[in-house]
Nanobody, 127 residues
Framework: QVRLVESGGGSVQAGGSLRLSCTVS????????MGWFRQAPGEARKWIAGISKRGDDTYYHDAVEGRFTISRGGAKNSAFLKMDRLNADDSATYYC????????????????????WGQGTQVTVSA
């Protein structure tokens, strides 16, 4: 019954920017921590960013730190991912993820049974 919906994907030239959005519906039991994964064709799904329930702690994979910024939206259990200075290695399907518990850095695993997943949005960067 919990649904996460991403938006904002598309095609962009290398060096450009995109902002992804994620909204959650069907969850009525409190605040969720939010995050983002991405998956390129033939590769494993990889965690890239997370944010705490209060929004005061953020975490990033080394591949995107300094270029991507995760934030919580004004609405409860919503999130954004601002992506700057994009390059071809950033081309992937991006997935919004939410968790009710276990929201510190080491808890963000693709195979976690506690993850709620969005359907994904495609990002293509032209070199």
């Amino acid at each position: 019954q919990v649904r996460l919906v991403e938006s904002g994907g598309g095609s962009v030239q290398a060096g450009g920017s995109l902002r992804l959005s994620c909204t959650v519906s069907g969850y009525t039991m409190g605040t969720l921590c939010m995050g983002w994964f991405r998956q390129a064709p033939g590769e494993a799904r990889k965690w890239i960013a997370g944010i705490s329930k209060r929004g005061d702690d953020t975490y990033y994979h080394d591949a995107v730190e300094g270029r991507f910024t995760i934030s919580r939206g004004g609405a409860k259990n919503s999130a954004f991912l601002k992506m700057d200075r994009l390059n071809a290695d950033d081309s992937a399907t991006y997935y919004c993820v939410a968790r009710a518990a276990g929201c510190i850095l080491q808890d963000w695993r693709a195979d976690s049974k506690n993850n709620y997943w969005g359907q994904g949005t495609q990002v293509t960067v032209s070199a």
